[in-house]
């Protein structure tokens, strides 16, 4: 009796991450769809998640636009940031592909500047322009040489 091969799955919703990766990164069409279709909602939450605390009347398109910029940092420099996951770290794709897409949606200059409030006033001596304290508070509690330095 002859043995039979095991074959991959040719239906792209059985694949693994790893699988899934491996094929997008041979620059397989139908594998980029199915991250697409896999990951889509998930790209969306991670940047409506960013927009909503530091741009909350976002308007939708500005969201797509993200989700643009997302898939396109994706595939820039020959998929450099997918050819970086690494699953041994103890990440999955998913979790991965949602740090790339928190740090899209994030206003330019923010990441530098997510500081705790005593902090931002350093920042603002480096030039780090756009302050926003790690935990809204309000002008009353602010240490008053935050306040002068407005």
Not at 73 to 91: E, Q, W
């Amino acid at each position: 009796m002859p043995v039979l091969a095991i074959r991959p799955s040719l239906n792209a919703a059985d694949w693994s991450d790893r699988e899934l990766l491996a094929r997008v990164l041979r620059r397989e069409e139908m594998a980029w769809n199915e991250m697409v279709r896999r990951y889509r909602a998930l790209i969306y939450r991670c940047i409506t998640k960013v927009t909503n605390k530091y741009a909350p009347y976002a308007a939708t398109a500005d969201v797509d636009e993200v989700f643009a910029e997302v898939l396109g940092s994706l595939v820039r420099d020959d998929m450099h940031k997918l050819r970086m996951y690494d699953p041994a770290r103890g990440t999955k794709l998913g979790s991965w592909i949602c740090i790339i897409a928190v740090n899209a949606g994030l206003p330019k200059g923010t990441i530098r500047c997510l500081l705790p409030l005593p902090v931002t006033i350093a920042a603002r001596s480096v030039g780090c322009t756009e302050v926003i304290p790690s935990e809204p508070t309000s002008d009353a509690r602010r240490p008053q040489a935050y306040m002068n330095s407005r």
